[in-house]
Structure formats: structure tokens, C-alpha cells
């Protein structure tokens, strides 16, 4: 999830996705350096959002495929009414009322 330039958020699920990517120790302190160098607010989850990431997994796991990460992490964007930048635009697109900005390597 996107905000301004001095406000980025990231759902905690993405950020579990990022720490369990990474490769080493390294790879994992410079994930660490690199959302605290650019001021990411790590969101967590809560009630609402558990609710609703349920109902997206309900409605569109059988149809569109919606993983249970993916539907966590499309309830938290809605909940917080952030935008959502992901490279990986498919997955969340049958997911209504969800606001995307699609994200390219090299973009940010």
C-alpha cells in the first residue's frame, strides 16, 4: 500500500511475505533498513479486516483464485482506504472497491 511520498504502508502481511523471501541475513537487514529509510508504517491487522479478508477468501477463492495473503492483504488496503501498489495487479483486480496503482521494479 501507497501513501505520500513521506507516508508508505505496508500491511504486516506483506511484510511477513518479504522477511519469509528473504534469503539470508543479509538479504533480511537490508529489507529491515530499507522500510525504515523510507518511513513505511507496518499496518496491522485487526477485527474488521480478518472479517472481510474472510469474505473476499469466500467470494473469490473458487472464481479468481484469491489466496488467503492476498485477500489479508486487499481487507487491510480496504479497511485503511490505502491504495495498493502490487507488481502483481491479477490477483487483487476482481477484488471490488480496492484502489491499485500497479508497481514496477525501479518505479517507486
Given at each position: 500500500?501507497?501513501?505520500?511520498?513521506?507516508?508508505?504502508?505496508?500491511?504486516?502481511?506483506?511484510?511477513?511475505?518479504?522477511v519469509q523471501?528473504?534469503?539470508?541475513?543479509?538479504?533480511?537487514?537490508?529489507?529491515?533498513?530499507?522500510?525504515?529509510?523510507?518511513?513505511?508504517?507496518?499496518?496491522?491487522?485487526?477485527?474488521?479486516?480478518?472479517?472481510?479478508?474472510?469474505?473476499?477468501?469466500?467470494?473469490?477463492?473458487?472464481?479468481?483464485?484469491?489466496?488467503?495473503?492476498?485477500?489479508?492483504?486487499?481487507?487491510?488496503?480496504?479497511?485503511?482506504?490505502?491504495?495498493?501498489?502490487?507488481?502483481?495487479?491479477?490477483?487483487?483486480?476482481?477484488?471490488?472497491?480496492?484502489?491499485?496503482k500497479t508497481?514496477?521494479?525501479?518505479?517507486?
Amino acid at each position: 500500500m501507497i501513501g505520500s511520498e513521506q507516508e508508505r504502508a505496508l500491511s504486516i502481511v506483506s511484510f511477513m511475505e518479504l522477511v519469509q523471501g528473504a534469503r539470508s541475513l543479509v538479504e533480511l537487514r537490508e529489507i529491515r533498513r530499507f522500510l525504515r529509510d523510507n518511513t513505511f508504517r507496518i499496518l496491522p491487522l485487526d477485527e474488521a479486516m480478518s472479517h472481510l479478508a474472510a469474505s473476499l477468501t469466500e467470494a473469490h477463492a473458487l472464481r479468481s483464485g484469491l489466496q488467503v495473503a492476498d485477500a489479508l492483504i486487499a481487507a487491510t488496503a480496504r479497511e485503511t482506504g490505502e491504495i495498493l501498489a502490487t507488481g502483481n495487479v491479477r490477483h487483487f483486480r476482481p477484488v471490488a472497491g480496492l484502489r491499485l496503482k500497479t508497481f514496477r521494479p525501479g518505479s517507486a
